[in-house]
Structure formats: C-alpha cells, structure tokens
C-alpha cells in the first residue's frame, strides 16, 4: 500500500488561487480544476485569508467635523488652513500615514490592495 501524499501549497500560490476565483463570472470548479485542487480546499483557503484579513480591521467611525467659524476681519490674513491626516496601523505593527488632501478614489485603491482584492 503506498502512502498518500499531501501537497505542501506555498502562501504565495495560494493567494494566487484564491484571488483567481474572487475574479466577477469565475466557476471555483474550473479553477480548482486547473489547479488539481479541491474546491472543499479552496474554500477553506477563502475562508483562512478573510479571518486573517479581518483580525487587523478595527471598526471606524467618520464624525464630521463641525463648519470652521469666521474669523474676525482684523484676523482674517492670519488665518492657516489645515489638512487632515490618516493613519492606517497594520497587524503586522508597520503603519501608513497620509497627510494633507486625501483622494477618496486613490485610498479605496490602496485598501482594496491591501485587503488583497
């Protein structure tokens, strides 16, 4: 009787996989196919990175901020506009800071890849 052996998937290959069939119109049955993969296996694969992309999210609250008051007209020229900042702390410890203008559609672009999708 020979013994069966388990295939060792490296992290990288994986996440390639798995990011194959979060593509819009992908059958996980064609990938897990062409990649002589079950897809009991690559449905466990999804649901291992989504726990471990999850464990770094913190729940977020945008407060708006309250209209900046008019200052008096002797102090008008004194006046310095401020930018906002953005921080993003990393389960790994490594943090992202952004200041000044932050552009909505270049940050959802950043988060999508780092969410891995």
Known sequence: ???VRR???PLEDRLRIVRET???GVVVQTVA???GVSTG???TWRKQMLATAMAGFAPVEVVPEPPPALPPPS???AVVETTGSLEIVLPS???IRVTGAIDPAMLRLVLAEL???
Request: charged share 25%.
């Open 1 to 3: 009787m020979r013994a």
């Open 7 to 9: 295939r060792n998937w």
């Open 22 to 24: 979060l593509e819009p």
């Open 33 to 35: 196919d062409r990649h």
């Open 41 to 43: 296996q690559l449905y």
């Open 75 to 77: 102090t008008a020229a």
């Open 93 to 95: 410890g490594a943090s």
């Open 115 to 117: 969410g891995g999708r």
